[in-house]
């Protein structure tokens, strides 16, 4: 009878990704058009932006486009103006807001007098969020992207799909998580009151805080003949309670058409970071796109995210619904369109969880928090003179920026 | 008394030896075809030429005196095999070697691009054939014997990578060249997405490569014809073969049912080792991969006059990774890919004469491909299923004389398709779609004449007349004319009843070789072919998988012809020992498809509204010299080539890519070469060396970055305008044959092979990934670092 022995060596078939350095010079000059009219209480903004190369270098770079005229049309007939809060960034009226069912137009031009116009966009509806459900999962995220820390919760969703209607969606989330150090200090000190440099009788130079209200780091002022100090940073906890606020980065989009009028069940639609042991308080956001909303969306979530496969589709151009009035062959990127959301928050405890986090502070700094030194065992690097009843190391203030809030959330349990 | 006394007296003398007698050692170096004894061979003692070696003089002969003991003797002469030999010197001896001379040896080599051959009169050019001796021994990527690979060491065939789903031949995409395994199509010739060819190697006799003129008889493809033949049954003995590799365990028997009347031939192979990738890496760790192929084949000796020969074969795949997408509007946590191939032909053979006969072939081919998407918590498999049915009849009348050959056929095909098909398994979500069924017909009448004009001039000269027609029942859409085929320039649409003709295309397709001799050992040959293609792959991946879809041709589709005009020079030197070929080619094609930016064609019930047609232009030239006899054996070949498109579908700049300039295809690779060496150390052993370089494909980089909604995108626009780091490899083989050295019924072969022996990193694909709020560039590489393995082949005599 027929007997095979069979002897395996070491199998080796590695399949292999490294980064990649590209010598790719870009000559690149687009206009880029972010903005999309919600039904929800919250600020309609449309940002413009001008992405290029630096013409020395090739890098890329993007100047906010101010000075622009930008103008909503509702439904072909009325003009609503939107006026520029920060730079490149427009805002309609904080009473407006957007409708189910209502058109939708954007029209702007730019201070050198070109003038742009979308397409007509209808807000399409959104159905509620009818679960969500989170489940811990130690090998969430990819660990290079992480620092090895791959542990998240993911939260599926589901939702039931309106019938007899083509239906776009789009998911992110929005993260809030207690944060306990408000302010680091890079080769400076924090101070409460503001820091004065002055020079003594007998002509040495010395720091003393003033009257006036600073809460900021001090930085050395450019005293001739000063000591060399190493580099060093201080952190500083919070004086009050603070939340750190966190976005979705990723596009997870989705169409109906395979499954019109179905249950659409166990979505994952987030991954929240096991940052730290306390709890932390989600809020998913789903949102209704325009057909060329999500057309727009799609192509750029091929090119950038469901990439590095073996049978890749090979980029191309992703040009979105705003054009030139005179050139149609500019190519504008982004979209302008209308979109109803549906929002629900979701308590994470953190209970299910196993394995150690990496500290909110080591995740987002990449290190550990280095407390100012308290004298007398110690004295801090910049020796200041307090005049005030408050003396060093100081708690930071919780400012509220698009990053963090010192206002408790809806939602937040304590 | 006599026989002990013979025993031992050698042993007397090997003691005697011990205390370093020296003996004599003489002998006699003839040509083993003549007998003529050869002046002036170097014998070579023990490896060293210097001290112990020495001359033959001229009568062939020659003496040495060594010490006793064990040596080994090597007799070289200039073309003749060198002769190889260990004794154990214990008396004086006398050798009597015969050697034969290179010249009449057997081609060893038997990639021949039938050039310039005494024996094969063909005027053609640009056909290629390969030996499975010869695939056998190049070296194989973990040991799996692969025709595709194999093909990619002639000059004019590339890929896009390691991972391609089929090869590029002359500028031609993958769905140009009609692969048939015994006259059957195969629509798929790869296993685990690209990285083995489906054709079971044990059971395939040959394979012919019609790169440049392809006779009449075939059609149906724009750019190439790959035919494989399997072996027929041994119809006198049970002859099992079989091995072990990593990848698969395979196993092929002849079966004579009748003693010299009917046979069966069966060969499988089944790869059920993707456990092992988990050993690997933990990139692999989620890859399942399972794949398995079989034929049967049997042969009918019907009487003096006719034969039947039947076919079948199955082929499976099973694939689930994360390195391929997964689908965009299912919602699942897994993807796997399921392939399967059935196909079957009967052909019988009827002699009327010994100079004419006729050939009657049935064949039925089926291809259906399946992407499984898994959904969560209740783990069930949505189910995207195509599915392909070809049903082909086809009869020829063969007349041969001694200075002709002539053919005529008549053939007709007839189409299945199914484009796409949403099963949704119990799903809650998925809903159950389906696109329309598409049917068509395509007949063609051809004849093809080889004649012999003169000494000098041969001519093979054939002609095709192709007819297709696409038939209903369907829904035609009627675009508005002059402007984009899109959703909203819909102005009517036509419903065609069952049978009724929507569209129909044919066509003449001329195909002309001319070989003319110069000199004893050199020629000139031209041809000119036209190719009508009515089945095509739409897709917009770099290899048509998994997502490709294929697509008959329609009112909005136009088949794909193609004409190409190719010259060459041939020339044998030394005997017929070195072969010197240079090839020039121009190859034009009409209405090639290339797919809008975002295109999806899915379930798409009109995939019109993705594509945009075009043309395409390619030209080369490719130098080759092989040296077919001796213990070095193998081939060096240059190509230079290239191939654009352009697509102008229309006025406005949307029906244009690129602007409408030329822009080159997404397997333009303009240098590459190829050398393929065997060394023959005798009957046991044999290395062979694989050395492969070419520039690196076209890809799209981004232009330039943006910056939108925080996060920093790639800005994409022309499409291919960057390259791939340049591809290079070297691999080696080891083959060891008979290891026991014994004449037993039983023998074996070990391969060891080394893929990829310095480790390079070949870039497969680059591309941009966004993450966090920044874009990072990666480099993806298939076989990123050297990959020995080991296999076994046994056969039994």
């Known amino acids: 009878m027929l007997r095979i022995t069979s002897l395996f060596t070491l199998m080796l078939l590695v399949g292999c990704v490294d980064p990649y350095e590209p010598n790719i010079r870009s000559t690149l000059n687009v206009v880029v058009v972010d903005g999309t009219i919600t039904n929800l209480p919250e600020a309609q903004i449309i940002r413009l932006n001008r992405s290029s190369a630096d013409p020395v270098t090739g890098l890329p770079s993007s100047i906010p486009l101010t000075k622009a005229k930008v103008e909503v049309v509702v439904d072909s007939g009325q003009v609503i103006a939107a006026h520029e809060t920060t730079a490149g960034s427009y805002q309609l009226p904080s009473d407006f807001r957007g409708q189910i069912g209502h058109a939708y137009q954007l029209r702007f031009t730019l201070s050198d007098g070109t003038r742009y116009i979308s397409t007509q966009q209808i807000m399409p509806p959104v159905p509620p969020i009818s679960q969500l459900r989170a489940q811990f999962n130690p090998t969430s995220l990819a660990a290079t992207q992480t620092n090895g820390f791959a542990a998240a919760h993911d939260i599926y969703l589901d939702t039931q799909d309106p019938p007899n209607q083509t239906n776009y969606y789009r998911w992110d989330w929005k993260l809030w998580e207690t944060q306990e150090w408000c302010r680091s200090c890079v080769q400076g000190q924090y101070s409460i009151n503001n820091v004065q440099a002055l020079i003594s009788g007998n002509g040495f130079q010395y720091y003393q805080t003033g009257d006036s209200l600073f809460e900021d780091c001090f930085y050395r002022t450019n005293f001739p003949n000063q000591p060399k100090l190493p580099y060093w940073v201080y952190d500083y906890p919070c004086r009050t309670r603070c939340w750190a ?73 992703s040009v979105g619904n705003v054009r030139n009035v005179a050139n149609q062959r500019e190519v504008i990127i982004g979209v302008f369109t209308a979109s109803a959301v549906a929002t629900a928050r979701y308590w994470i405890d953190r209970k299910d969880t196993q394995g150690v986090p990496p500290g909110l502070f080591e995740a987002m700094m990449g290190r550990k928090p280095m407390l100012e030194p308290t004298p007398p065992k110690e004295n801090p690097l910049i020796s200041i003179i307090t005049t005030i009843d408050q003396k060093p190391p100081y708690l930071a203030v919780c400012s509220p920026t698009d990053s963090r809030t010192p206002f408790k959330p809806v939602g937040w349990r304590d | 008394m006599n026989r002990l006394f013979f025993f031992i007296l050698p042993l007397l003398l090997t003691t005697v030896a011990r205390a370093q007698n020296f003996y004599t050692l003489s002998g006699t170096v003839r040509d083993s075809a003549t007998g003529q004894p050869l002046v002036r061979s170097a014998v070579v003692i023990d490896y060293e030429k210097v001290g112990k070696g020495t001359y033959t003089d001229a009568q062939g002969g020659f003496i040495i005196s060594l010490p006793a003991g064990k040596h080994i003797v090597v007799v070289r002469n200039v073309g003749y095999l060198t002769y190889r030999t260990s004794l154990y010197l214990h008396e004086n001896t006398t050798l009597t070697v015969r050697v034969p001379s290179v010249s009449s040896q057997l081609e060893e080599v038997v990639v021949t691009s039938k050039g310039y051959d005494r024996t094969v009169r063909e005027p053609l050019l640009g056909v290629s054939q390969i030996n499975m001796k010869t695939l056998e021994r190049i070296p194989a990527a973990l040991g799996e014997v692969d025709i595709l690979r194999g093909l990619q060491l002639l000059p004019g065939v590339t890929s896009v990578g390691e991972a391609a ?322 959703q909203t320039t819909v102005v009517d649409s036509i419903r065609y009843g069952a049978g009724q003709v929507t569209q129909h295309y044919g066509g003449f397709e001329p195909r002309l070789g001319i070989r003319y001799s110069v000199g004893a050992n050199a020629s000139v040959k031209v041809g000119y072919n036209l190719m009508r293609q009515y089945l095509q792959v739409i897709t917009n991946t770099t290899t048509p998988l998994p997502t490709a879809r294929w697509k008959t041709a329609d009112q909005h589709i136009q088949p794909q012809v193609s004409q190409l005009v190719s010259a060459g020079w041939f020339q ?115 290395f062979s060396f694989n050395f492969v370089y070419s520039t690196g494909r076209p890809y799209t980089a981004p232009e330039g970055f943006i910056r939108y909604q925080d996060r920093v995108y790639p800005y994409y626009n022309e499409r291919n305008q960057y390259r791939l780091p340049d591809y290079h490899r070297l691999d080696f083989a080891w083959n060891i044959y008979n290891p026991s050295l014994k004449d037993r019924r039983w023998q074996g072969h070990w391969t060891f092979t080394v893929y990829n022996l310095y480790g390079r990193k070949n870039a497969y694909s680059i591309y941009y990934r966004t993450e966090g709020q920044g874009t990072n560039p990666y480099r993806l590489a298939i076989f990123a670092a050297p990959i020995p393995s080991l296999s076994y082949n046994f056969e039994f005599k």
């Open chain 2, 572 to 686: 044998n030197l030394k005997n017929n020992i070195y072969e010197v070929t240079a090839e020039v080619y121009w190859r034009s094609t009409q209405h090639i498809l290339d797919y809008k930016p975002g295109a999806n064609f899915l379930l798409q019930p009109y995939p019109e509204t993705q594509l945009l047609q075009g043309r395409s232009k390619a030209y080369g030239l490719e130098l080759m010299v092989s040296k077919k006899k001796g213990e070095l054996t193998g081939w060096v070949n240059y190509t230079y080539s290239r191939t654009f498109n352009q697509v102008i579908a229309g006025a406005d700049f949307t029906q244009q890519i690129n602007g409408g300039d030329w822009y080159r295809a997404n397997y333009d690779r303009p240098h590459s070469f190829n050398a393929s060496l065997n060394i023959n150390q005798g009957k046991h052993h044999s």
């Open chain 2, 165 to 486: 789903n089929g090869v590029n031949i002359r500028g031609g995409t993958t769905d140009q060249n009609l692969i048939l395994m015994d006259d059957t199509p195969i629509f798929n010739p790869t296993h685990m997405f690209g990285l083995f060819s489906v054709f079971p190697p044990d059971a395939v006799s040959g394979l012919d490569l019609y790169k440049g003129n392809v006779p009449a008889r075939y059609g149906g493809r724009a750019a190439s014809v790959l035919d494989i033949s399997l072996k027929n049954p041994n119809l006198e003995q049970f002859k099992p073969t079989g091995g072990v590799s990593l990848v698969s365990n395979k196993l092929t028997a002849d079966i004579p049912l009748v003693k010299g009347k009917l046979g069966l031939l069966v060969s499988g192979r089944g790869a059920f080792n993707s456990a092992l990738l988990h050993l690997a890496s933990d990139q692999l760790s989620d890859i399942k991969a399972d794949f398995g192929d079989v034929v049967a084949k049997v042969f009918w000796r019907a009487g003096e006059r006719n034969t039947v020969t039947a076919m079948g074969y199955f082929s499976k795949d099973f694939f689930q990774t994360n390195l391929l997408g997964s689908l965009a509007s299912i919602n699942s946590t897994g993807t796997q890919y399921r392939h399967e191939t059935l196909n079957g032909m009967v052909r019988w053979f009827h002699a009327i004469t010994p100079k004419l006969n006729l050939q009657t072939t049935a064949i039925v081919a089926q291809y259906v491909p399946d992407i499984l998407s898994i959904e969560a918590v209740t783990a069930n498999k949505v189910t995207l299923r195509q599915s392909l049915l070809q049903r082909q009849v086809k009869t020829n009348l063969n007349y041969q004389t001694a200075q002709s050959k002539t053919e005529i056929g008549l053939t007709a095909t007839h189409y299945r398709l199914n484009p796409g098909e949403l099963l949704p398994n119990g799903s809650v979500s998925v809903n159950y779609q389906k696109t329309p069924v598409e049917n068509a017909l395509e007949t063609a009448l051809y004849a093809d004449h080889e004649v012999n004009v003169s000494d000098k001039l041969a001519v093979s000269a054939g002609l095709r007349y192709s007819y297709f027609m696409n038939l209903g029942p369907s829904v035609v859409r009627q675009y508005a004319s002059g402007e984009a085929i899109d």
């Open chain 1, 245 to 317: 606020i966190f976005y979705s980065y990723q596009l997870n989009i989705f169409a109906d058409s395979y499954s019109n009028g179905g249950l659409i069940t166990n979505r994952k639609v987030a991954q929240i970071p096991f940052y730290q042991h306390s709890p932390c308080l989600a809020e998913i956001r789903q949102s209704a796109l325009t057909p060329s909303a999500y057309g727009f969306y799609k192509q750029l979530q091929d090119q950038t995210q469901n990439n590095g496969g073996l049978a890749d589709t090979p980029p191309t151009a």
